[in-house]
């Protein structure tokens, strides 16, 4: 099967969500849910400059889906953070996730320089670090994340 990966504007996505949504509440996740309030809400968009929302197509079934939100840092930094990341479970372990990962992590090499996320699972914890993303110890609401340099992920 071939997968596409889609920067997909939030707004004509959340229509799409019925099977990513009914799934991740089946497996206790919440994250998707929140996509779909956050955007009813209009809390969040992904519509700010920087950021992005990425679906994965298996045909016209929307599989995955990730997301990068900017976060203010007062340093300079442009942070991103990572978001909303939910594949479905017949869909893992076959390059759905690292496919939107790596559309996510090439457009934002030009835009942030650092990317962070928060994850509480061991299989995600392993897949990020297959990524090239490090465990961080420095930020309470960050558990990994990776630097960006000279459009090089480092």
Known sequence: MEYRIRQVESSVIIRDLDELLAQSKLEGFRFVQRLVDEYIEGHNRFDRPGESLYACYADSR???????????????IRVGRVRRFYVLPAFRRLGVGR????????????TFDVLQLRTDSIPADRFYRSLGFTKDDDHEEVTHSIRILNNRIL
């Open 99 to 110: 496919k939107l990962m790596q559309a996510l992590l090439a457009d934002a090499a030009g």
């Open 62 to 76: 929307i599989v995955g889906i990730c997301g990068v939100n900017r976060v203010s840092a007062g340093d300079g």
